[in-house]
């Protein structure tokens, strides 16, 4: 329900669709890209406009491959595969696993076996594809999740690059020009929203996952004699599950924490958890929480041999400052939204559908109609309000296709949670009527009180 409506109300398309569209790839449409960006700038809002001691960053996609050595990447962000031998699906063994469980009703982790652990799983349930049902696959074999590009023209004088992973390591890079320009004192975070890269062979449901995918967190560094990292850790595990459900409203029961197993926590963490929304396909990572630890630093330090240590302005200690990384995935924060807010409702013998985003991430807050579109005075008069409300409220839509009920249905199903229609009445004397996206009530209100009435709703 909520693919079809993602694509034919312009949240979501399938990307390079004309041309047969490429795997796990997809583009934001015009009422996509308004909730992205809404869901992006509460983030930065919350997390960094509103506190004192987290600081933005935008580093570049590309950065020096030394990067990705010393981060661990190239050694360690890997994967593994195999290919069915009968029809050539090619898929990650972990994720063919755990979801031939989880179609029986059981939930198994197996993220970060080895190869050879995963293909006597394999061997001992006898899973068959899920394409052809053969059982006939290629041994388990690792694939670095990595994207490799490469820098110049020429060939043969081209270099290997990467499209970041993470956009973390762009924090750990600038950490001696944040300290050299800004001086922060400990504890600070190091913010940052951008795209991340990742070479995902599984097909992803919608934008669950894919190739390139929009990510915001940040690094909370911290002296580790001073402040307990449990402590650290534990605040912000609070401070993730405040942003998701009182910020971006998502319902409770389709949340939980859920601690990663040994194998498949990555290199660089000591503890990670994620906080899993139940997607149509199960419970699955929403979002990380990650204590990583001195080994990013350290590392850039011992592989960079510039000094990335932090020298403490009261006892002029040098140290490097551990550092604990909540992180959230702004494709996955979309998806989890829309699925929260689908909802289907008896409307006599029709069926209503409605989005019931919170107001304040719905694309469009307001849509104004005139009640009939070929009575040019009421036509004139909406119109005059609509430019009037566009310049004082942020998204405000004009619809005047089809009859009242049939512009209803189409903007519940937007999620726009109020509509405005210029009646007859309004033409005697100046008031509207506001239609609520919820409980479909509707009130009068006089033009004159109108900004203020919405100024106060979306408070
Ligand atoms: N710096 C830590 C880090 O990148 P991660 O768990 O690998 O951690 C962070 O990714 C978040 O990015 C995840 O919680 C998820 O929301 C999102 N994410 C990861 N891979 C993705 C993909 N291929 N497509 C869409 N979102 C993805």
């Not at 967190?217 to 009182?246: G, H, S, V």
């Not at 004139?380 to 409220?393: G, H, N, P, Q, S």
Request: proline residues 4%.
């Amino acid at each position: 329900m909520v693919t079809s409506l993602a694509k034919r109300r312009g949240f979501i398309y399938p990307g390079s669709e004309i041309y047969g569209g490429l795997a796990n790839t997809y583009d934001y449409g015009p009422l996509g890209v308004e909730l992205l960006r809404n869901i992006k700038n509460a983030w930065w809002d919350h997390f960094v406009t509103k506190r004192s001691d987290i600081y933005g960053l935008e580093s570049s996609i590309l950065m020096n491959p030394k990067v990705w050595e010393a981060s661990g990447h190239v050694a360690s962000f890997a994967e593994v595969m195999i290919d069915c031998k009968n029809c050539q699906l090619r898929t990650r063994a972990d994720h063919l696993i755990e979801d031939y469980f989880s179609e029986k009703g059981q939930e198994k982790k197996v993220e970060g076996f080895p190869p050879e652990k995963l293909g006597g799983l394999l061997k001992e349930n006898k899973i068959p594809c899920p394409n052809c049902k053969k059982f006939n696959w290629t041994k388990p074999r690792l694939f670095n999740n990595l994207f490799e590009t490469s820098i110049g023209i020429i060939s043969g004088e081209k270099s290997k690059a990467y499209l970041r992973g993470e956009i973390a390591q762009g924090m750990f890079v600038n950490f001696k020009n944040i300290l050299d320009s800004i001086s922060p004192k400990l504890p600070f975070g190091l913010a940052q929203s951008g795209a991340a890269f990742r070479n995902e062979i599984t097909k992803g449901k919608l934008t669950f996952r894919t190739l390139q995918f929009n990510l915001s967190e940040f690094e909370y560094f911290f002296d580790p004699e001073i402040k307990n990292w449990e402590k650290q850790y534990d605040y912000w595990k609070e401070e993730m599950w405040k942003w998701t459900t009182n910020i971006l409203g998502l319902s409770e029961r389709n949340l939980r924490w859920r601690t990663h197993t040994d194998e498949e926590r990555s290199h660089y963490s000591k503890k990670t958890e994620d906080i899993d929304y139940k997607y149509p396909w199960g419970f699955k990572e929403l979002y990380g929480l990650a204590y990583r630890t001195d080994f990013d630093l350290k590392n850039h330090m011992e592989k960079s041999g510039v000094d990335l240590r932090y020298t403490d302005p009261e006892t002029g200690k040098k140290f490097i400052p551990h550092v604990v990384e909540p992180t959230f995935g702004m494709d996955r924060s979309l998806l989890a939204m829309l699925f929260d807010a689908y909802t289907e409702e008896a409307d006599g013998n029709k069926r209503r559908v409605i989005l019931k985003l919170k107001k304040d991430f719905a694309p469009y807050k307001i849509a104004v109609f005139p009640l009939l579109a070929n009575k040019p005075d009421l036509v004139k008069k909406a119109r005059e309000l609509f430019d009037k409300l566009r310049t004082a409220i942020p998204s405000v839509a004009w619809d005047d296709r089809g009859n009242i009920g049939k512009r209803y249905f189409a903007q519940d199903e937007i999620g726009t949670p109020w509509c405005v229609t210029v009646d007859f009445q309004t033409l005697e004397n100046d008031t509207i009527t506001i239609r609520d996206r919820d409980t479909t009530e509707q009130v009068r209100v006089s033009i004159s009180e109108l900004e203020s009435w919405f100024e106060e709703k979306l408070k």
